[in-house]
């Protein structure tokens, strides 16, 4: 979901449950998207990304669902732990993935708060 | 495996003055990006640099100033800090053939 002023979406789950964070996406051309995830002090850490040709992709305990349709994004985290819990942001690429100059441009939405419950 | 290592981790300074915050990288990527975060905000672009000499401006460039002599480094410089550049400070760093960014553990910035 979007996030309104200071405030950002919360999860909050039962350590061993699993979770399901949610991004909208602004841009129907986007060919990329990288779900990251920041800890308290840290910076983002790549977590696991999906080209706009897939609809799934899984990683280890994540599993990334893309619909290009409603331009919606998921992030699936199976068997939360506590270490699981930070800010999760989603990206996406407007512009050539292969490139990093004025043709490519990383947009990052207002990230998830998941809290994981011991 | 450093990986991308930035320095100072903290640093508080006063209006005025001149701050410089490095960046070093071990990878060899070819772009490397320098970010703001603010709440509110989420993370801006501040400059951005595709090789060694060649460096551009982002969505928030005003008030900074970057170099990049060697692939591996990529400093940030405020040439007169003021308070609004009090943020956390973030340098990535790509390879040319992949999308995602890399992300070093940034740079929190106090100024007074």
């Known amino acids: 979901g979007e996030s309104v002023g200071l405030h950002l979406p919360t999860l909050s789950v039962q350590e061993g449950d699993n979770s399901i964070i949610n991004c909208a996406y602004s841009n129907s051309a986007s060919d990329y998207f990288i779900w990251y995830k920041q800890e308290s002090g840290k910076g983002p850490q790549f977590i696991i990304d999906?080209?706009?040709?897939?609809d799934k992709r899984q990683g280890q305990r994540v599993t990334v669902l893309l619909n290009k349709t409603v331009k919606h994004l998921s992030l699936q985290i199976a068997a939360t732990q506590p270490g699981d819990s930070a800010v999760y942001f989603c990206a996406e690429i407007q512009g050539k993935v292969n490139s990093g100059g004025s043709n490519y441009k990383l947009t990052f939405g207002k990230g998830t708060l998941l809290t994981v419950n011991p | 495996d450093a990986g991308i290592t930035q320095s100072p981790r903290y640093k508080i300074t006063e209006t005025g003055r001149q701050v410089t915050l490095m960046c070093h990288q071990t990878w060899s990527h070819s772009y490397m990006f320098w970010y703001r975060q603010d709440l509110g905000h989420g993370l801006r672009l501040i400059y951005y640099s595709a090789a060694a000499d060649i460096t551009d401006k982002g969505e928030v460039p005003d008030g900074y100033v970057v170099s990049r002599s060697k692939t591996e480094n990529f400093p940030l410089t405020l040439e007169s800090a003021t308070r609004s550049q009090t943020s956390v400070y973030f340098c990535?760093?790509?390879?040319?053939?992949?999308?995602?960014?890399?992300f070093g553990p940034g740079t929190r910035l106090l100024v007074l």
């Open positions: 990535a760093s790509k390879v040319i053939a992949g999308g995602a960014q890399y």
């Open positions: 999906i080209r706009s040709n897939m």
